[in-house]
């Protein structure tokens, strides 16, 4: 700044600070899991009983919420009757078992009966509950799953391309796809969704491979997010089967423009623990085809993103054609379209992570902002990145079931941008959006790591060449394991790539506390210098009245080499925490600044006590640091310790607030 012979001016620098999740109870690590069948007297019993088959447990609007599907041969009354697996006595549901009416329709003709699905909700965290489906005489056999807790981080699996019956052996694939899952569930028991990439099957409307693909039983216990691939939307087979929350079944949001013709469609979005995901029908992406296209899902997520983004810690889009992949699709037109029309906006909305399918390859992207690699210095397989502003992820995963791979083809000249296939220059056999291409001839599946502030993404060896493994057992490649096939066939759990992505969080800081229940614990805090992440920990119950957590705002460099030694302060001040439509004020924050490095004549402001003690905290702006007229040029760094206080009467939950850091000074 300079100085100025006018009357003295005073200068405004405001900079955001968002204070982030308060999340509230201790996480309970539990998984899903079996129980046994329901006794004789839950089975079938009459001779005009229905006929219950096709049970999955999908993905509810959020974490309290389940929806089971189903096929009957009757068009009768049916529900889905829930209790606490601790109250089933062998095999008997207890009187108060809750019961969830279903709603469906018949079939198509060539599929045949009824389908039904019905929506659970409330439920409650930390908690094993088994359910049934049908109606009194004619029960399907019961199953269990677990809730877990409701806030914290989690993990979740990706899954891509079953195609069960795309190797023209249906029971290889179904043997494939169910070791897949037990693999993946052996080795994370506590995941707790199972994330389509799409092709469940190879003909939509096959009943016999529907059946395959929802043989696992894994599918009754962990809840399935579905996600249609073109080798599912030519009939109605996938909606029967594969009821999904808040689905949007407009006109526009499907391919031929009819919701009502033999063709599935739409897109639809749920809220799970703080991660917004939103599920594309990416089949739908041109206007001539009669749908609205791709500017139809970008309305879409738009709007989505305006009504629940703020919600939401980290924001992933699902859809079955990869824009960024590197086999037998990543040159085809429609992919090229959708590299153009999909990138800027997903930068604009702030998405962290784009889940692909549809090329039967593994490859992770460099961060995309806008249509091209967001740093030209990020290297390839880098295991850390770090988005800042706009930055997206884009992973495409791998078959689950072995039923068909494609192989790694070359980029071209044209172009290392927008839709351009062109070589990557710091590693030219890969395509240039494309931080890593794997194909193994080995099923993997994909694992995501949502933490306070990172997301982990992996690519992990479900299988090896050996069986189950259809391509590989009907000789449809010819050659298995890492290096094409010069390399021996790694065992089974074993990482392909690995990444942590840091999000970006605006040019502020981040602060977050976990709170727990109403009674005495440990808190603890992190500080992530990277991306302005302040972690106050877990908050303690102090004497049954109030919870508190302390911490350390990371420090404000403020550098002032102006000749005039005009006087600055830096203040601050924050709104309330908010975990979606729960808030407790933000006058409960205080803190005590100090220097943490001298020079520009810096000097630390007054303490600001919490609110909770009285008066007005930091709701009301409090200075952190300042200089006086006359002070020495240079650098200094501020700082302050954190102190929250709020009563105990606040609910528990994920909350996150704004900090905004003004600097003033004086031109003159």
């Known amino acids: 700044?300079?100085?100025?012979?006018?009357?003295?001016?005073?200068?405004?620098?405001?900079?955001?600070?968002?204070?982030?999740?308060?999340?509230?109870?201790?996480?309970?690590?539990?998984?899903?899991?079996?129980?046994?069948?329901?006794?004789?007297?839950?089975?079938?019993?009459?001779?005009?009983?229905?006929?219950?088959?096709?049970?999955?447990?999908?993905?509810?609007?959020?974490?309290?919420?389940?929806?089971?599907?189903?096929?009957?041969?009757?068009?009768?009354?049916?529900?889905?009757?829930?209790?606490?697996?601790?109250?089933?006595?062998?095999?008997?549901?207890?009187?108060?078992?809750?019961?969830?009416?279903?709603?469906?329709?018949?079939?198509?003709?060539?599929?045949?009966?009824?389908?039904?699905?019905?929506?659970?909700?409330?439920?409650?965290?930390?908690?094993?509950?088994s359910y049934r489906v049908g109606a009194e005489g004619s029960w399907s056999p019961a199953y269990a799953f677990r809730t877990q807790s409701f806030e914290g981080g989690y993990d979740f699996l990706f899954f891509g391309d079953p195609q069960i019956g795309a190797s023209g052996d249906i029971a290889r694939d179904q043997a494939g796809w169910t070791d897949t899952l037990d693999v993946a569930l052996a080795a994370n028991p506590d995941t707790e969704l199972l994330v389509s990439g799409g092709d469940q099957v190879e003909k939509a409307n096959t009943e016999a491979q529907w059946t395959a693909f929802l043989a696992p039983d894994k599918l009754r216990q962990y809840p399935w997010a579905a996600t249609i691939g073109n080798h599912d939307v030519g009939g109605k087979a996938y909606e029967q089967h594969l009821a999904t929350p808040n689905t949007d079944r407009s006109g526009a949001l499907y391919s031929n423009g009819d919701p009502s013709s033999n063709t599935s469609g739409g897109d639809y979005w749920y809220m799970y623990k703080d991660v917004l995901f939103i599920d594309l029908n990416s089949n739908s992406y041109a206007t001539a085809q009669g749908g609205g296209g791709?500017?139809?899902?970008?309305?879409?997520?738009r709007d989505v993103v305006a009504n629940h983004g703020a919600d939401a810690k980290y924001t992933v889009l699902v859809y079955?054609?990869?824009?960024?992949?590197?086999?037998?699709?990543?040159?085809?037109?429609?992919?090229?379209?959708?590299?153009?029309?999909?990138?800027?906006?997903?930068?604009?909305?702030?998405?962290?992570?784009?889940?692909?399918?549809?090329?039967?390859?593994?490859?992770?992207?460099?961060?995309?902002?806008?249509?091209e690699k967001a740093n030209p210095d990020e290297q390839p397989g880098a295991a850390d990145v770090f988005a800042g502003p706009g930055g997206v992820m884009y992973v495409t995963a791998n078959t689950a079931s072995g039923s068909k791979y494609y192989d790694i083809t070359a980029p071209d000249a044209t172009g290392t941008s927008g839709a351009g296939n062109g070589a990557d220059p710091l590693n030219p056999s890969n395509y240039w959006f494309n931080s890593v291409q794997d194909q193994e001839h080995v099923r993997t599946y994909v694992k995501v790591q949502v933490r306070n502030d990172a997301l982990v993404v992996e690519n992990i060896r479900s299988g090896t060449c050996d069986a189950p493994n259809a391509a590989v057992e009907l000789a449809k490649v010819a050659w298995c394991g890492p290096n094409s096939g010069a390399t021996a066939a790694q065992p089974v759990g074993s990482v392909v790539d690995s990444v942590t992505v840091h999000p970006y969080h605006g040019e502020g800081q981040d602060i977050q506390v976990a709170v727990p229940e109403a009674a005495p614990g440990e808190f603890g805090w992190t500080i992530d210098g990277h991306n302005g992440l302040v972690d106050l920990g877990t908050a303690v119950e102090k004497d049954a009245t109030y919870f508190e957590a302390t911490g350390q705002l990371n420090p404000i460099t403020v550098s002032d080499t102006r000749r005039s030694q005009a006087p600055w302060s830096v203040s601050a001040s924050v709104g309330d925490f908010r975990d979606a439509s729960k808030t407790f004020s933000g006058s409960y924050l205080g803190w005590t600044p100090s220097v943490v490095e001298a020079g520009a004549g810096a000097h630390a402001g007054g303490s600001v006590a919490s609110g909770y003690d009285g008066g007005q905290g930091l709701s009301v702006a409090g200075t952190l640091g300042y200089a006086d007229q006359g002070h020495e040029t240079g650098t200094a760094r501020l700082g302050a310790g954190l102190d929250l206080k709020f009563p105990s009467s606040v609910e528990k939950g994920s909350y996150r607030a704004t900090l905004t850091i003004t600097a003033l000074s004086r031109l003159s």
Not at 294 to 301: I, K, R
Not at 329 to 346: G, L, S
């Open 320 to 371: 079955h054609h990869a824009i960024y992949s590197a086999a037998a699709h990543a040159k085809d037109a429609d992919a090229k379209v959708r590299r153009v029309d999909f990138p800027t906006a997903f930068s604009e909305l702030g998405v962290d992570l784009v889940l692909q399918g549809h090329d039967h390859v593994y490859t992770r992207s460099y961060l995309i902002k806008n249509g």
């Open 1 to 129: 700044m300079s100085s100025s012979t006018s009357a003295p001016r005073e200068r405004h620098d405001r900079l955001p600070v968002r204070l982030a999740a308060l999340a509230v109870g201790t996480a309970v690590a539990l998984g899903g899991f079996a129980v046994a069948p329901a006794t004789a007297a839950d089975m079938v019993t009459t001779a005009d009983a229905a006929t219950l088959t096709g049970i999955i447990l999908g993905v509810g609007a959020d974490e309290s919420q389940r929806i089971v599907t189903w096929y009957s041969s009757a068009d009768t009354a049916q529900v889905v009757q829930l209790a606490p697996t601790a109250s089933v006595v062998d095999g008997a549901f207890p009187a108060d078992a809750i019961t969830y009416a279903a709603t469906g329709s018949a079939n198509i003709a060539t599929s045949g009966g009824y389908n039904r699905h019905a929506v659970i909700t409330g439920l409650q965290q930390d908690t094993a509950y």
């Open 294 to 301: 791709d500017e139809a899902h970008l309305a879409y997520v």
